[in-house]
């Protein structure tokens, strides 16, 4: 029913920046919740940002303060803006985007793109 596609991973030296970008197949006044997690090898996947149709974000401990994830109405987009990148951060980022019916929550998946931060 969503389809989620990212953009704008790559390769960065610790300390540079990234913009992650999450494309959603439809109008995202219509999705209750988008956010980003991350998976590095040999670990599980984790919680990096979500934010709510209104506007309310939660951020992973390890970026508060150095990532910064908004939205974009007219795009039907979420972008997630990463600063101050260190080598823990390097893992295959998903976009994730939640919809809540009436006795029904529906959970999307992008399939992941991948950041690495290395010098």
């Known amino acids: 029913q969503v389809q989620l596609v990212e953009s704008g991973g790559g390769l960065v030296q610790p300390g540079g920046s990234l913009r992650l970008s999450c494309a959603a197949s439809?109008?995202?006044?219509?999705?209750?919740?988008m956010g980003w997690y991350r998976q590095a090898p040999g670990k599980q996947r984790e919680l990096v940002a979500t934010?709510?149709?209104?506007?309310?974000?939660n951020y992973a401990d390890s970026v508060k303060d150095r990532f910064t994830l908004s939205r974009d109405n007219a795009k039907n987009e979420v972008n997630l803006r990463m600063n101050s990148l260190k080598p823990e951060d390097t893992a295959v980022y998903y976009c994730?985007?939640?919809?809540?019916?009436?006795?029904?929550?529906?959970?999307?998946w992008g399939q992941g793109t991948q950041v690495t931060v290395s010098s």
């Open positions: 934010i709510t149709s209104s506007g309310r974000t």
């Open positions: 994730n985007a939640v919809m809540v019916l009436p006795e029904r929550r529906s959970v999307y």
């Open positions: 439809r109008s995202i006044f219509s999705i209750n919740a």
